[in-house]
């Protein structure tokens, strides 16, 4: 289901816009910092879905742009049949960043899904938009022209925020087969949540703030959705869900809304909280993001921070543009991958059984799972929450706070290696800065484990119930 928050640089303490969520996939999730790519003229990529897909359709070859800008995300194995390896977006070299959201469409537009439908799926437009977009407007652009050209791959119905330093946009992407989408753009007074995307009212023809496709509004009325004498159009009661804000998005609205009304507005740690509270993130969540929107002197100074679970028990941690590489706790582990369960580290029945080798590097796979030993520390905290959970939560901070009291230092000294011309020697301190909070959180993360594992064994509190406990959401 996915969870994306957009705040405005007007009601931040710092005047810098934020993006920032998480990813709701029960599969494996890791860290990738993507090179930039040219490619052939006559290149192409696979996008789509499978036969075998939740909603089924057929993979399809589209062309592929000429060069692919550098970027970081997090890619993972399975959603609905989807082919893997799959995306939710991240940031690229030029600022834009991009989340994707589910948003489910009305049921008679699932119903009328063509069972071979064709064109990009949700994860195959967050990853071109990451790969190509230069601006938050050109990747809306590019994905009214990717439907409009190629068609779109559905499971029901789907969102992105894309946003970069100046304004950010909601993109719903509509079920049907009928190549509706609906983008509105958010500005610097914008707080918006998604979970799912929603857009309400609409005008009656494109403008600076709504895009749309020019028979938008002409599939509502041949099917008897909506008559231009009842009243404006509203995207998400005509063609969404019906239920336009949810629960859990009015309430963390109306809580960044407040927070923006203290004298010192928003700050860096309420967006923090934002996609950390117990309130919202649990253990559907698989990793966290947020991403500060700003255009630095130079793109390797574009950073986010990343948690490798839900950040309730993980710390958000730097990430540069300018590094090369993450620890390898934090890479593509067997754990949770879709596929594995069946594969070894074994290449003596490749030639007549090649599925049965494992994807996952050999060195790698020995370094230990991040995502494995953050989830264990998740499930450990949340059956003793007043206690343990709150220790938890508490030391996270405090790790937060430490390595953003080093950044402003990290980052000048990067800032005067670039502007002397010293990219390798930037990449290289943002890097070692990067890769010596994620490497200690994890260390971290493995004593809290086995401290937390231990303190429950000895009261006899360990859960071994069927039924997990933990926080109560409010979705």
Known sequence: MSYGIYIGRNHTADGIAYLAGYGDEPSSHWLEIM?????????????????????????????Q?????????????????????????????????????????????????????????????????????????????????????????????NSHMIADPDEAWVVIEFAGGKGLWCAERLGPDSIRASRPGY?????????????????????????????????????????????????????????????????????????????STPRLTGDTAGYGQVVPLVHPEHPGLRMLWHAPIGPVTAPLLP?????????LPYRQH???????????????????????????????????????????????AFQKPDLILDEVDRHWRAVEAGANTDLPDIMAAARTLLNAGQEAQAGRILEQFSTMWLERAYHDCLALGEAAHVRLRAEGSLNMNSTPVGPNQIW
């Open 35 to 63: 090179p930039r790519m040219a490619h052939d003229r006559d290149a192409t990529i696979t996008v789509g879905v499978t036969p075998q897909a939740d909603m089924p359709g057929r993979l399809t070859e589209i062309p």
């Open 65 to 157: 742009a000429g060069e692919t800008a550098r970027n970081i995300r997090v890619s993972y194995s399975y959603y609905l049949g989807v082919p893997a390896p799959l995306t939710n977006g991240g940031l690229n070299e030029h600022g834009v960043a991009v989340r994707d959201i589910w948003s489910t469409s009305r049921a008679e537009l699932i119903e009328m899904t063509p069972g071979d439908q064709t064109g990009p799926n949700y994860s195959d437009l967050a990853r071109i938009v990451i790969e190509r977009a230069r601006t938050a407007r050109e990747g809306v652009d590019l994905i009214g022209e990717l439907i409009a050209q190629h068609g779109y791959s559905t499971y029901g119905g």
């Open 199 to 275: 857009i309400g009212e609409v005008p009656q023809s494109p403008d600076d703030d709504f895009r749309f496709p020019a028979h938008f509004f002409d599939v509502a009325n041949e099917q008897g959705w909506f008559d231009p004498s009842d009243g404006p159009f509203h995207v998400n009661h005509i063609y969404g869900d019906g239920k336009h804000r949810w629960d859990g998005v009015i309430w963390i609205e109306d809580e960044m809304r407040r927070r923006a009304q203290r004298a010192g507005k928003i700050t860096r740690d309420d967006v923090f909280w934002s996609i």
């Open 319 to 327: 990430v540069f543009m300018g590094q090369d590489a993450v620890p």
């Open 334 to 380: 067997r754990y949770l991958t879709t596929g594995e369960s069946h594969r070894f580290l074994d290449r003596r029945k490749e030639d007549n059984a090649p599925d049965t080798v494992s994807q996952i590097p050999q060195g790698v796979e020995t370094a230990g799972s991040a995502v494995y030993a953050f989830k264990r520390l998740m499930h450990l």
